[in-house]
């Protein structure tokens, strides 16, 4: 039936009954991310900077020492500007200054992993200001996108 529907259309035109995507069907996977770079809760702020700026990374996914589960995220711009105006120490753990994951029932978690689809990732990041790519059973941090990542992928391929 989905033969018909494509014949009776127009060339070069999509029917109305098709979703259009402007990504070309692609996903996370495509953007080619780097590996996620996170730190353990007990890690000093100095040196989390340090690894940080080595790396490029904006954005920093805190794991617990533990289970290695993401507990919340630290903004590196954000704490080196509190080391450098004298509100951190740089021998603090990170943990007192990451901001916390907000894991509710109210706020549902969303699953961003390298199958999801680029439109999603949008939306996703519309609201955000990065996502945790994970594996499906959220046990592992393969990258993090940020929305300049996404906006540098969109313009390489002319989408």
Known sequence: MATTVLA?????????????DKY??????????PPAFTLPSNESISRAIDLAYDRDFSYIPVLSNSNRRPLGYVDVASL???WE?????????????????????SEPYTLITSDTPLAELAEFLRHNDFALVTDYDRKFVLAVATSQDFDTFVSRRGM
């Open 24 to 33: 070309r069907g692609a996903v996370v996977e495509d953007m080619q991310l």
């Open 85 to 105: 105006a004298g509100i951190a120490n740089p021998s603090d753990y990170v943990v007192k200054y990451m901001t916390k994951f907000n894991r509710s029932a």
């Open 80 to 82: 080196k500007a509190k």
């Open 8 to 20: 009776s259309a127009m060339p070069g035109t999509l029917p109305s009954c098709l979703p259009t």
